[in-house]
């Protein structure tokens, strides 16, 4: 049943207990500074559709379990440690507002809680809310972000080709003997013994030499085969989570042969009997195939390799103040950041902290992305995919010197000197024709470097697409030492990629799925707020200690 948190608190909190002397000390530490400004901005009433309503008991203050989640990723600790210090630590007794009776919490407490918030919007939400209340209490300004993505790796070994098909047929034999005996009996004990060992363990099928990869891997995918065409009719086998997985597999590693390929007269299955199947071709693997059988969500980058991908956005040019994190999301590593920036737009306008100038790297920054910014009143700040352009001559016109509103069609494109055309048309197909007089045309000083086209009438039309234009404009200021400046602040970010990794564990996840990362990444980015806005009134009372 769910009971909030009397606001009230206890005069037998433990702060409320300790000497003069002591509590001064206190308060120049983050602890007392998380009492004061972090622990209020948890809302208690966004977990309340997550308890029954009239029925059972009262639930723990979830004051204290969301908090205790907070500090366990600031200090990036397991769930043993973290519970440990809940008990034992006064630091985090003082920071929670606990009494003595209090400061007890089971793990299954913890984990019960965390398992309500999987499949919902609940993280996301706590992290946007006190986000936004912490950029409020300390006068963030919000008009200048950057925008980046980092790799991250759930629990999960990095396997080879060949381990995979290992371990996933290892999978669905475990899983198979566990819940179907029978069945697991039927599998020829050939087979099962190239994967599993009679006491369970697993067989070294897969520890092999480079040169024997390609054979066992030829030997694997047929195995696959064997086992999906022996049960694919069986009811209760279907029914199994690894025996879906072991399909996955077979559809993304393997082929049909109009051919049954013969065996090596050496290969561990040359006795039985042959099926029409072979490996596709590396290049011919989606990079959004199975990466381990026990993590399907975790997909492949050729740069990064394994895992997922974090979008990151923060405030920049905050001087003595703590830029924070505004924006994170969880991606596949097979997708571009292209399609990461349009989805951070959306989200800063919800909660209405879009930003004015988004300094971003070229993967986010293509044409279209900057058009459906621009359009939204947001300028993005980022070199041009492709080569550099030259610098043009002083009196030589360009593209980039015409005047296109991106956000109002209705307006002229001026040329470059500044004229607005006699005719404009726009194709379905997003071309742009637009016709300048000749009057204007014959005397102008810059016709001869001018991109648009003379006509037999002495008129000049441009042919071109709002696209062409923004990469114009955008290539030529990317030369400037404005650009350079301005551009130089996204630097920055790679330091957040790093303290939250580093610092929080974000690098080598505890968990694994796409859900269970998802409430990682929103609590440790949530945890790095808070630390470092601690650590902001934490320096700022230490200052007024000092004059004092």
């Known amino acids: ?50 308890y029954c309503a009239d029925n059972g ?65 609940k993280a996301k939400h706590l992290f946007s809310q006190m986000t936004d209340s912490m950029v409020k209490s ?12 980092t790799h991250i790796v759930s629990n999960i070994a990095r396997l080879t080709r060949l381990g995979l098909f290992c371990e996933t047929i290892r999978l669905f034999l475990r899983e198979s003997k566990k819940k179907l005996p029978e069945k697991f009996n039927r599998i020829p004990e050939s087979l099962r013994l190239r994967y599993l060992k009679e006491d369970g363990n697993d067989a070294p099928y897969h520890d092999t030499k480079s040169s024997e990869t390609h054979r066992r891997l030829n030997v694997c995918a047929r195995d696959v085969y064997r086992l999906l065409n022996r049960f694919k009719q069986d009811k209760d086998v279907l029914k199994l989570r690894s025996f879906g997985i072991l399909d996955r597999l077979y559809l993304e590693q393997c082929e049909i042969s109009e051919q049954a390929p013969m065996p090596e007269r050496d290969d561990a299955d040359a006795t039985e009997a042959l099926v029409p199947i072979k490996l596709k071709e590396c290049h011919d693997v989606s990079s959004a195939s199975l990466q381990s059988p026990h993590d399907i969500d975790a997909t492949y980058s050729g740069y990064k390799g394994k895992g997922f991908e974090v979008q990151v956005a923060e405030t ?41 100038e988004l300094l971003t790297d070229t993967s986010y920054a293509s044409a279209e992305n ?73 005397t102008c000083p ?13 008129t000049r039309t441009l042919k071109t697409t709002v ?18 400046q301005r551009y130089a602040q996204r630097a920055g970010i790679e330091g957040t990629n790093s303290e939250l990794k580093r610092a929080h564990g974000l690098g080598f996840l505890r968990v694994r799925g796409e859900t269970r990362v998802k409430l990682a990444v929103y609590f440790k980015a949530l945890a790095c707020n808070v630390k470092r806005m601690v650590q902001y009134f934490a320096r700022q009372e230490a200052k007024l200690a000092a004059a004092a």
């Not at 990036?76 to 003082?94: K, S």
């Open 1 to 50: 049943m769910f009971r909030r948190t009397d606001p009230q608190g206890s005069l037998f909190q433990i702060s409320q207990l300790l000497p003069d002397k002591k509590m001064k000390r206190l308060e120049l530490t983050w602890a007392w500074q998380f009492r004061l400004h972090a622990l209020p901005l948890i809302s208690e009433e966004l977990f309340r559709e997550l």
């Open 316 to 356: 920049v040019g905050n001087g003595d103040k703590p830029e924070l994190i505004t924006y994170v999301a969880t991606t596949p590593s097979c997708q571009t950041d292209e399609a990461a920036t349009v989805p951070a737009m959306d989200d800063f306008a919800t909660r209405n902290i879009q930003p004015d």
């Open 57 to 121: 008991r009262p639930n723990k203050s979830v004051k204290t379990i969301v908090g205790a989640l907070v500090l366990k990723e600031m200090f990036d600790l397991t769930d043993e440690d973290a519970l440990y210090r809940l008990d034992f630590d006064m630091g985090w007794n003082v920071a929670l507002g606990l009494t003595s009776d209090e400061t007890h919490c089971c793990q299954k407490t913890l984990h019960n809680f965390r398992a309500k918030l999987l499949g919902n919007e």
């Open 467 to 484: 696209r062409e234009h923004v990469l114009a404009k955008r290539r030529r200021y990317e030369q400037t030492d404005e650009f350079r």
């Open 370 to 442: 900057v058009i459906e910014c621009e359009k939204r009143g947001i300028e993005i700040v980022a070199p041009v995919k492709g080569p550099a352009v030259e610098v043009a001559a002083e009196n030589e016109k360009t593209l980039a010197d015409f005047q296109m509103d991106v956000k109002d069609e209705s307006k002229p494109v001026l040329c470059s000197a500044g004229h607005a055309p006699e005719s404009t048309e726009r194709k379905e197909n997003g071309g742009i024709h637009v016709t300048y007089s000749r009057l204007h045309c014959a």
């Open 138 to 149: 300390l006068g963030i300004s919000v008009s200048k972000q950057r925008l980046d993505s």
């Open 446 to 458: 810059f016709r001869k470097s001018c991109p648009a086209k003379r006509n037999p009438n002495g």
